[in-house]
Structure formats: C-alpha cells, structure tokens
C-alpha cells in the first residue's frame, strides 16, 4: 500500500498546542502538509511550530479563539494560499455546572466548530475538495456523569457532521466524526496515570489522516470510535417498532402496553433518516388496526405538576392538553401571550388545571416559580420549545446559528437545570427531551437545527445518569408531527396526516409513575409508530498497542472497522461498556517478550514453531566494531563522524541495526518446515526500525520471534521479527523483520497473503517521473571480504569455490552490505530516517557500481539500487521514513 502523503495540503488544526492537536500537527507536517497551529496558548502553540520547522516542515501559528474562525482560516489562506483540510479539536473541560460553564463549553466546542467550519466552506465549495474532522466522545454519544454541557457539545457535533456530509456532498467535501479517547490536558484531570499511558494520541491520528486524505475511504457523516489502538465505527440502530390505531384508544395506557414491543430489537434496522419508513403507509396500515388494548391500571397525573415549554401551539399544545385530561397540573410556557393563554382557557374550560408562564424556555427560573406559586410543586418537565431558521451551510447566518442553540440546547438545559434541585429533593423526577430526526441523521439546511437536537440527546443522556440516584428518569424523544414548525417545511396534506395527537401518548407514558425503568433512551414517533434508536458499533480492530501504528495499517483493516455483518457487532449503552473494548486492547501487543504472532489462518505446524521459545542473543561491541561496519558499507577516511571515534559527530551509520540481531535472525530453526534444504533459502526482503538513538558501544540483547509464514505453493516465505534493547536499562533500540525465500519447502496449507505491517510490507513504487536524487558509488573488490568481518561468515561471500556451487561464477557482496549502501545514500542525501526497507531482487558483486535513484514523497524516500555496469536492479520495494524533513548536514 502507497504511503498516504499530504504535499500541497494545507492543515488547519484547532487546540494543538498540546495533546491530541499537537499529535495531529506533527504527524501531518511529518507527510509533507503545511499546518495552522491554532491555540489560545501562544507559547503552546509556537512550541509546536517551532518543533515541525526544526524537522525541515512547514507550520505557522494561530493564537485566536475559534469562536472566530474568520481569524484561524485567514491565517491560512495568508500563509499558505488556501485550506484543504480543517480538523476541528479545541475543546475544554468545566466540571461544574454553572450558566457561565455551560455556555464556555458550548462557545468552544460547538461555535468554535461552526465558525471555523463557515469560514473554510467557500473555499472548500470553490476548489470542490475539503476534509472535515469533527471531534466528538463517548460522553457525547453515550452521556456520563458530571458532564451534560460537555456531552451536550459533543453530540451536537455529531449531529453537525451528518449535516455538513449532506450538504458537502456535490462539492467533494466530506466530513466526518471521531470520538477518541487519549491522554491530553484534559483527560488528565479524570483519568489515573496508568490509564493515561495506554492511551497515547499517536493511536488516534492515523485514523484521522486516512480519512482525510483524497485516496481515503468515503466515510464523510460517519462516526468512529478510537483509542489504545482499538478504531470502531458506530451507527444507529433502530427497533422494528410498534404500531398503534391512531384513535381515542391511542393513549399512554396503550404504549404501556406494548412497551416491551416499541424496545424490542429482533429484526431492527439500520436507517440513514426517517426515509425507508413511508409514513403515508403506517398511517394507512395503523388505521387497519383494531383499537389499541390499554394497561391497567391506567397511567395518570393526579396530584403532578408537569411543565411544558412551547406550549402554545402543536406538540406542546397537544402535551398540555393530554397531561391536563389525565389530571396534571400544566404550566403551559410559550413566548407568546396569546398562544399561552389559549391553551390555559382550553384547558380549564374543560375542567383541568393550568397556568401561563410567557418567558423564553431559557428562563427556567420562571418557570419553576410559576409552578410552585400556582401548585406547590413540579414533577415532570416536557422540553419541547424550539424554533427553525432554515439556510443551507452557505447562506446561514451567525445569528440564525446562535438562535437555534439557544432556543433549543441551551433552553433545554436551563430548565432541567432549575428542575433539578426539587427533583433532587422529592427523589422523583420525569424530563421528556425533544430532539429530531434531522439531530440523528442530519439533513440540507438545517446545520443549526440538527446540532441543537443532537445536542439534546447527549445532555439527557448525562440527565438520565445523574439522576438515577434521586429517581429521575429522562429520555429524548424525536417525533414527526404537523406543527407551526414543519409546516414550512412540509406539504399541508403531511402536516393533516400527523397529527401531534399520535405523538403525545408515548410521551404521556415516558414521563409518567407507570415508567420506572426506562431512562436514557432515545424514542423515534411518527403517525402512530414508536421506535427505539441506539448506538451499534462495529466488532472494529485492535491494533497492536504497543507498536506504532500507520493511517496505511489503519485503511489494511478497514473491512473490519467497518464492517456490521460479521457477528461482532455490539451496543454500547454507557461510557464505561464503549470503553471496556478500547481498555481491553491494552494487552494487544505485538512483541516477543509476550505472547506470540499466531494467526487464525495458520496451520498446526506453523502454530507450535510459533509457540517454540527461542533463546536470546547478546551482542558485545566497541566503537572499533562501529568503525569496521562503517567501512563495510563504503564509509571512507573523509567521513570522519563514521570512521574516527574521537570526532565530535561519531556515529554508527543507522543500517548497522541489521549487525546486532543477525545471529538471532539467522538462528532461526527452519526443522520444522517440510522439504527444508539450507541451500535454497534465498534472503528476500528486509526491514530495520530505529527505535532510539544508537549506541557507540555497549551489550544489546535481541530476542526473535517467527513473525509470518506464508504458504506460496513451491515454496515458504517466513518471517522473522527480531527486538534488540540495550542490556543495560531495557530500552529498545531497533526493530527488525527479515524475511526469507525457502524455495521447494511449500505445499503444507498454510496462510497464502501476508498482512499488511505498515512500512515493512509497503509495495514502495516508484513515482512516474525522474528521481529526486540519484548517488552513484563504485564498490571495492575487497568490499564482501570487508564486510562479512561484520559478523556474516558465510563462504558465499569470500570463497569462490562456494560460490560456484550457489551458481556465482565469484563471491557475492553480501545483501546487507549492498542494503546498506542504500541506507547511506539516503541519509547522505535527504537526513535522518527511522525505518528503512528494501527487497533483495538482485545479486551484486564486489568491484561493481551501485546506483541509488530516490523519490521524496513526503516523509517517505522511495528509492532503487541498481548495479550500473550490468544495468539490473538489485534492491527494489524499497524506502525510508524519514525522522524529519530537513538536509543531512554530513
């Protein structure tokens, strides 16, 4: 697979000043990106842009609030020419539950997303290319405790995702989310340290940049789960349902009833909006159906007090109305006077008790008076205000947005807030929520609206477990009805047919003594048809946690990070149960010292050579030895930092890491494979990680672990995978996968594809035009009787008696030693690398020119090594990862 490269991309990443947006800074400027760093935090953010400027990337910093947006992308547009990619991730954490708490979280997290996202809109319309990275939680999907104003934001954000993802659609601008889990500066404060360090941001960003790049999958209104190696998507799922006869029997008595119907989820579905439900047909089926069977006893409110906002027409008149018939008292709240009061006199007129309250739904301190003033107490609250202001994501205004938040979320939130104290108290409560299908789905022009219902959705969830404590119960209901609202958004003949009436009774049961376990919920109602939604996640995959992972490794596994159909599918119904899979992938590590490299698709063979303990090695070297192998590899007496160990830069060059674990990789028993004959194992492909800076002299220990083994027919292709660590304080230093060719050792059933390993399995093709760089270096014709001084021993090398037998009409330079010669050109040429691979296609021998042809594409250095005088190529498949992008200064 292609390294995913991010040249002529322009990143804008919002709160990188640390943790996850630090992460994501460097990693994208490491592809070749040019990236805004934006933070409040100047010192912060600079740090970042000084650290990717110093690794040879390009970075400028931003230090405005993104709650103006206009501010952060100018920054890029006047740096850079342009924005291709906005990552949104500023967020805070405030833990009490102040007005002024509450509205700093939604400013950040849910303003400073839209103001950003606006701004980058026309340009992303112009060009017809943008990436859109939203960042939501498990807090926001699943809610948890203490934090409904930061569940509220996140979700919000989900429902903000779908929406841009409809509306981006024919301009190639996708969109998507992610609800990662990581350590940063604000995880610290609610997680122990030892859960923190499991949790590094590096597991999260090579999500975040296959689905941003222009070759990633389509995923834009998608929703991923990430963290400790462990990526998931998630989606709704919704129950088949009940349907109920829409007539006088239609009551919350009847939906109690068939309850265990409505959150029953055999056959449930997977819907991408209220779409494959065709509401003419359940009407028209609900009206075949025989009255509705009610419970007994029925469900009433004599003695509660219930209050509903937006009461002055549609549902909430319809709630007020249902509530007072089945004995509440009703405060009926709406802004209008006129509508209030109409629904009062309605009310008492037909001998039930009610009271206006005409305020803002924000003003739930009025509220809550009223209501003790006028009946001594309140028992339920049905939040049910709202208002649209319907634009596509072009034409909406700051305003429009602001309205509809505050309106909708910020209204909800006070009056569960003003509420809550006396539901506290009396240790009885029941909050009905109303959120939309357009906050689950999304939907063209109503960005505003979706964000503020699915807003909803994650306050009550954070509702529903705080106040379980106290016997408060709070659900979420998304209905579809006629109202004032929709009918300036529907056909009348639609706003006839759904009627608020069919609606009422399922909010009539939510909200009454008769529930007293379902709490937390989310509830879809249309035309007599009540539903239940919740999250279903993916099996996904758990990447190894202790090894680094790549957006490349990430895209290897997208079938089954997508993927719903295999059986593994789960429900998360809390922040604790979405969390329990990521933990559990701690212990997913891909390294010698524990466990081993089994495969399902191995056969019982390969299973016990896998399982067989292998002894470690250990290898004693002084900086002679770094010398010898310098000169091996064509170092000469002008490069004195590799050849003279009193100079200041003295260092090994960094393919030396092949030396140290050779006698391991080459220790490796081979008894156990059919037909196995040492003179046709074929060294094929090699790959070398620098795990941390390479000592000059010292003790390293390398432990070998059978990585792969795959089945070819004719013959077998194993793996190897050797650790190397400094004997004297456990650090590793490198990394090393070795690959050989058993030909004629084939044809025991074993695993025929190998996985894909990021790096080590890259195909690394050559772009289509002419190297960036090509190094030209005769070798000597003492080069293999030099190197193999190294510790490569074998005749081939030196005795040509030997080598006639092996079909060489001489000795053969040694591949590592040519390998090596690769891995100085490269350093020469373009710097510091940390990994490097490369396949041995060729033989060369001593005496002969090597050339090296190399491509930079972005952090990568592809490159071929062909042998001049006989025009072949002797290593192909080959690359480097560089450590940073700047010049080598040797």
Request: aromatic content about 8%.
């Amino acid at each position: 697979m292609a390294t995913l490269n991010f040249d002529k991309h322009t990143v804008v990443v919002t709160g990188a000043g640390g943790g996850l947006g630090k992460a994501y800074s460097l990693f994208f400027a490491s592809r070749g990106a040019n990236v805004v760093v934006n933070d409040v935090s100047k010192e912060a953010a600079e740090k970042v842009v000084a650290q990717i400027t110093k690794a040879g990337g390009k970075a400028v910093a931003n230090t405005s609030s993104v709650a103006d947006g206009a501010s952060v992308i100018k920054t890029a547009v006047d740096t850079f020419g342009g924005i291709t990619i906005l990552i949104n991730n500023a967020g805070i954490l405030r833990r009490n539950m102040s007005d002024q708490e509450w509205d700093a979280i939604q400013l950040v997290h849910l303003k400073g997303a839209f103001s950003c996202t606006k701004a980058a809109w026309p340009i992303f319309r112009k060009q017809k290319f943008g990436r859109i990275i939203n960042t939501a939680s498990a807090a926001g999907l699943y809610g948890n405790f203490g934090q409904a104003n930061y569940s509220a934001a996140k979700m919000g954000l989900v429902g903000f995702t779908k929406t841009l993802a409809r509306e981006g659609a024919k301009y190639n601008i996708k969109s998507s989310a992610i609800a990662p889990i990581a350590a940063s500066p604000m995880t610290e404060t609610i997680m122990p340290p030892e859960m923190l360090a499991g949790l590094k941001p590096e597991f999260v960003v090579p999500l975040v940049a296959a689905l941003t790049h222009p070759d990633g999958p389509d995923a834009s209104g998608k929703v991923f789960e990430v963290g400790a190696g462990f990526v998931a998507e998630i989606r709704w799922e919704r129950s088949n349902g009940a349907l109920f006869k829409t007539d006088e029997t239609f009551t919350p008595s009847a939906v109690k009833e068939k309850w265990n119907v409505v959150t029953d989820f055999e056959n449930a579905t997977h819907p991408n909006g209220m779409g494959d439900k065709d509401p003419t047909a359940l009407y028209a089926e609900s009206k075949k159906l025989p009255p509705n069977k009610e419970a007994s006893p029925p469900v009433r409110f004599d003695g509660q007090t219930v209050i509903v906002t937006g009461a002055g027409a549609g549902l909430g008149r319809i709630y007020s109305l249902m509530f007072a018939s089945l004995g509440a008292n009703v405060v009926v709240n709406d802004v209008s006077e006129k509508g209030a009061n109409s629904v009062v006199d309605e009310i008492v007129k037909g001998g039930g008790k009610a009271v206006a309250a005409v305020c803002s739904a924000e003003d739930g301190e009025t509220l809550v008076k009223t209501a003790m003033d006028a009946f001594k107490g309140v028992h339920v609250l049905v939040a049910n205000a709202g208002i649209l202001r319907d634009k596509s994501f072009t034409a909406m205004t700051e305003k429009e947005w602001d309205d509809v938040i505050a309106v909708h979320l910020r209204g909800t939130y006070k009056g569960a807030k003003a509420v809550w104290p006396i539901f506290q108290q009396q240790k009885y409560g029941r909050i009905l929520t109303t959120a939309s299908t357009v906050g689950i789905y999304g939907n063209f022009g109503q960005a505003n609206y979706s964000t503020a219902k699915a807003g909803i959705i994650g306050l009550t969830k954070s509702l529903a477990i705080e106040g379980k404590k106290y016997g408060i119960l709070a659900n979420v209901l998304a209905p579809s009805a006629g109202t004032a609202m929709t009918q300036t958004i529907w056909p009348q003949e639609m706003v006839d047919m759904f009627k608020p009436d069919f609606v009422a009774p399922v909010v009539g049961f939510l909200t009454s003594k008769a529930n007293d376990k379902t709490s937390g919920r989310l509830f879809e109602v249309t035309g007599g048809w009540a539903a239940e939604t919740r999250w279903q996640r993916s099996g996904g995959h758990g990447f190894p946690h202790n090894k680094e992972l790549t957006p490349e490794a990430v895209l290897s596994k997208w079938s089954k990070i997508t993927g719903f159909s295999d059986g593994r599918d789960t429900q998360p119904m809390s922040t604790q149960e979405s969390l329990q899979q990521l933990i559990e992938n701690f212990g997913n590590k891909a390294s010698n010292d524990e466990g081993n490299f089994i495969d399902p698709e191995d056969p019982p063979l390969v299973v016990e050579a896998k399982k067989r303990p292998l002894e470690s090695t250990e290898f004693t070297y002084t900086e002679k030895d770094v010398i010898l192998y310098n000169l091996g590899i064509g170092a000469t007496e002008k490069d004195l930092q590799w050849v003279f160990e009193s100079d200041d830069n003295f260092q090994a060059i960094p393919t030396f890491g092949v030396i140290p674990q050779f006698a391991a990789s080459a220790g490796l028993p081979f008894d156990w494979v059919p037909n196995f004959n040492p003179a046709k194992l074929l060294h094929g492909e090699q790959y070398l990680a620098i795990k941390a800076p390479i000592p000059t002299s010292g003790t390293l220990v390398s432990e070998v672990k059978l990585l792969e083994v795959l089945d070819k027919g004719k013959q077998a292709a194993v793996t190897a995978v050797v650790y190397t660590k400094d004997k004297s304080n456990g650090k590793l230093i490198f990394e090393n996968q070795s690959t050989v060719i058993l030909r004629g050792s084939g044809g025991f059933g074993g695993k025929k594809q190998g996985s894909d390993r990021g790096p080590a399995t890259a195909s690394n093709t050559p772009p289509k035009r002419a190297p960036d760089a090509v190094v030209e270096e005769k070798t000597l014709s003492s080069q293999a009787a030099l190197y193999r001084l190294s510790g490569d021993g074998n005749p081939l090398h030196i005795q040509p008696e030997f080598a006639a037998i092996g079909g060489f009409d001489r000795p053969i330079l040694h591949g590592l030693a040519f390998f090596g010669f690769a891995g100085k050109h490269v350093l020469k040429t373009f710097g510091e690398y940390k990994d490097i691979k490369g396949r041995f296609s060729g033989s060369v021998y001593p005496g002969e020119t090597l050339v090296t042809e190399m491509w930079k594409e972005g952090d990568k250095v592809i490159f071929v090594m062909k042998v001049k005088e006989r025009g072949t190529v002797c290593l192909s498949a080959a690359a480097a990862t560089l450590s940073g992008s700047g010049k080598s200064k040797m």
